[in-house]
């Protein structure tokens, strides 16, 4: 540790992050009701991506099936299902062909009461 100081900050500040995102995650499925939690799923998501320069504007690769997203929600494939149709009637996101399309960040933000904060980030879809 001595001997390397940036590294050391470095898996401290990953570890960190990782804690950060768990604590989001329990807080998020415990307060949120559906339609919240697949919105936050997704603000995440393309958040992350674009730190990492992975998206094409408001655009993004997802290879994940509806299984997926209920999985990491906690919800029924069925009731993902649902959820999207809502998603994509308010115009707020498209989630198709492994594709994710925030039409309207904003909005998505506002029903995934989603603060990017705890991601440690600044200036990304703001």
């Known amino acids: 540790m001595a001997r390397h100081p ?3 900050r470095s898996l401290w500040f990953s570890t ?25 799923f997704f603000c995440e998501l393309g958040t992350r991506l674009s730190i990492v320069d992975l998206g094409e504007g408001s655009t993004f690769a997802l290879p994940l099936t509806q299984a997926d997203v209920a999985d990491a929600c906690g919800l029924s494939s069925e009731h993902v299902n649902r959820v ?15 594709r ?12 995934a009461q989603f603060d990017q904060g705890y991601l440690y980030v600044d200036g990304v879809n703001d």
């Open 6 to 8: 940036p590294l050391v």
């Open 16 to 40: 960190m992050l990782d804690a950060a995102i768990s604590r989001e995650w329990i807080f998020r499925l415990g307060n949120l009701p559906a339609l919240g939690r697949v919105a936050h």
């Open 100 to 111: 994710l399309t925030m039409q309207d960040w904003d909005k998505a933000k506002a029903i």
């Open 84 to 98: 999207l149709r809502q998603l994509r009637e308010a115009q707020v996101l498209l989630f198709a062909d492994g």
